[in-house]
């Protein structure tokens, strides 16, 4: 029995598609530097916790989350949909 393209899937040719190597930060690797880093930076916090309260610079702090969650949520610069026409 051989298999016959389905028309309602429309006309894919998959060897055109490109294929894009998995991200780095989705591996098992990348996942492990994550929970570490955050772990490393939890316990720096707890052990430098009055150095941190005490300089000031936790009023910098919302500053800093918001040009975090931009860089994140966006993937970097070129997220916004300006990339042009793609046709």
């Known amino acids: 029995m051989t298999h016959q393209p389905d028309p309602s ?3 894919h ?3 055109e598609q490109s294929h894009r190597p998995p991200s780095f930060w ?5 996942i492990y530097l994550i929970v570490a880093l ?3 930076g939890t316990l720096l916090g707890i052990e430098h916790r009055v150095h941190i309260l005490d300089s000031g610079l936790l009023v ?6 918001c040009v975090g969650m931009h860089f994140f949520m966006h993937g970097g610069h070129g997220g916004h949909g ?5 046709s």
């Open 60 to 65: 910098w702090l919302p500053l800093l989350l």
């Open 82 to 86: 300006s990339g042009g026409d793609k």
């Open 13 to 15: 040719n998959h060897s």
């Open 26 to 30: 989705r591996s098992r690797a990348g």
């Open 38 to 40: 955050v772990v490393g």
């Open 9 to 11: 899937h429309g006309d």
